[in-house]
């Protein structure tokens, strides 16, 4: 066999704004529009819940802060999978790998398809029974603009980032500037055996719209110059966001009283743009609204599968020479982007998509507390390297750490029953690996 042969490379082809439209994209999606009722009905008050959104910013944040160093160091492909595996061994990697895989990357795509399906369906004033057709439509009809070269993604991810922000300032002027509702002091009063005060689930709830920063480092080896544009992009993205999430949640309190926020769920950003610029220019609105969800799908569609790719060329999964596929014109992994698009739809046609955001967030949250102490690991072992190296060192990663456990303690008892069910799942991934390294 010629040793020179040549192998089929993921495509080194994203700079610095298709990386800061990346984190961006695929951070603001439905998160910010769907989740301000039930982060108000968590949190009993506009005080708290925009404590609960400023206390998730500043989270993801310290966390992303944390990782950017780490990512630095490790610029792979495959991003979290590879950082557990280089820190804690193989079978780490494997279940951060596997927990991704199999239920945080297919549930927040299907979450996704399943409020885009809810705008869809509201817009053009379809039957309710068309809502899971509209859901799995808009993941197919995305698998498949993914599976061309990652350029087209980027280019199209460039796009819906910069539209995406049309609402948005929409929504913070009008609610700024026109709102006449006090954003400050309202307490649920209709509601009142929902609206328990409690934080840690507020803010577990704010996590659904802030997570997805983490996804560019999935993208590692397709990236250029990945030690400084990787941190870089994941910071900018973060602040970026954190200050979008807070003028929309403030400005959204400006105009809606806190009780037609609660009864409205998650249509109270569509009400909204009734509200602030009539039926036409709602629609308007809307248009856009439904443009940032297909963007962000499209970055989730883009970066998940890569984690998928990187297990089986690493001869992980079963079928890993199959799964580790590359298309050699487009250079993309689409094996890998089918089998996770196919498992989304089958959770788009079996499960709740709130329910699906909680579930995902608790278990990637596990994963990202024990990679947050493996900086300290990373430092000892290169201490004095030229990468990326988070400020505030190590005030910065222990915040991370105290906060993220919080969070999760509280999700536990809010939700034991959902926790158990997403540590079996996880816990299923310990026979596959021990099958799989049996047979290697």
Request: a positive charge; aromatic letters at 12%; glycine letters at 8%.
């Amino acid at each position: 066999m010629d040793k020179k042969k040549s192998v089929v490379q993921l495509d080194r082809s994203l700079g610095f704004f298709s990386s800061l439209s990346l984190v961006v994209g695929t951070v603001i999606g439905s998160g910010i529009f769907f989740k301000q009722a039930s982060v108000l009905d968590y949190s009993g008050s506009t005080n708290n819940a925009l404590l609960a959104w400023t206390l998730g910013g500043l989270i993801t944040l310290t966390s992303g802060l944390t990782i950017a160093e780490i990512g630095a160091q490790l610029p792979h492909t495959g991003g979290l999978y590879i950082y557990m595996e280089k820190i804690y061994g193989k079978l780490w990697g494997f279940l951060t790998g596997w927990m991704q895989i199999v239920i945080y990357g297919p549930a927040m795509i299907a979450a996704l398809g399943a409020y885009l399906a809810v705008l869809l369906v509201s817009f053009f004033n379809l039957p309710q029974s068309s809502t899971l057709v509209i859901a799995v439509s808009s993941v197919v009809i995305l698998t498949a603009f993914n599976l061309l070269a990652n350029r087209f993604g980027a280019y199209f991810q460039n796009i819906t980032t910069i539209a995406k922000f049309i609402p948005i300032v929409a929504i913070i002027i009008f609610g700024l500037f026109f709102g006449n509702q006090n954003a400050f002091g309202q307490s649920l009063q209709t509601v009142a055996h929902n609206s328990n005060g409690n934080l840690g689930v507020a803010i577990l709830a704010t996590l659904f719209a802030y997570d997805g920063w983490i996804l560019l480092a999935n993208m590692g080896g397709e990236i250029k110059n990945v030690k400084k544009t990787l941190p870089l992009a994941i910071i900018c993205g973060i602040l970026l966001v954190l200050l979008t999430y807070m003028s929309v949640t403030f400005a959204i309190f400006r105009v809606m009283p806190a009780d037609l926020i609660h009864k409205l769920g998650e249509n109270v950003t569509p009400h909204f743009a009734t509200i602030a610029f009539g039926n036409l220019g709602g629609r308007l609105l809307n248009i856009g609204i439904i443009i940032s969800i297909i963007g962000c799908m499209n970055g989730k569609i883009m970066s998940f599968p890569r984690i998928m790719y990187a297990m089986a060329k690493n001869d992980e999964l079963p079928f890993s020479k199959q799964i580790s596929y590359i298309h050699k014109t487009m250079k993309t992994p689409m094996v890998a982007t089918t089998i996770t698009s196919l498992i989304a739809i089958g959770m788009i046609l079996c499960v709740d998509a709130d329910r699906l955001t909680e579930v995902c967030i608790f278990t990637i949250y596990c994963f990202y507390v024990m990679t947050f102490f493996g900086i300290f690991k990373l430092r000892k072992q290169n201490p004095n390297g030229d990468h990326f190296k988070t400020p505030l060192y190590p005030i910065v990663p222990i915040i991370a750490i105290v906060c993220t456990t919080f969070v999760l303690i509280s999700e536990i008892f809010s939700d034991l029953p959902g926790v158990i069910v997403s540590l079996i799942f996880i816990l299923v991934g310990i026979p596959v690996y021990w099958y799989k390294q049996k047979n290697n």
